[in-house]
């Protein structure tokens, strides 16, 4: 049986939430976009780091 568009968009929810992170939407300047998203790279990989030393 395949899942709905909407089941799935719920399930990807469900993981991320687990996973302790959250959904921000916020407007930015298209010349930050690159910046931002490199930005947040970044702090789930030093978030994800700094779990293995606890």
Excluded: C, G
């Excluded at 930015?28 to 293995?52: G, H, Q, Y």
Aim: proline fraction near 2%.
């Amino acid at each position: 049986m395949r899942l709905t568009n909407a089941e799935r968009q719920k399930k990807h929810r469900e993981k991320m939430k687990k996973q302790n992170l959250s959904l921000v939407r916020v407007w930015v300047p298209k010349d930050k976009v690159m910046e931002i998203k490199s930005m947040a790279i970044r702090f789930v990989k030093e978030s994800l780091r700094n779990e293995k030393f606890r």
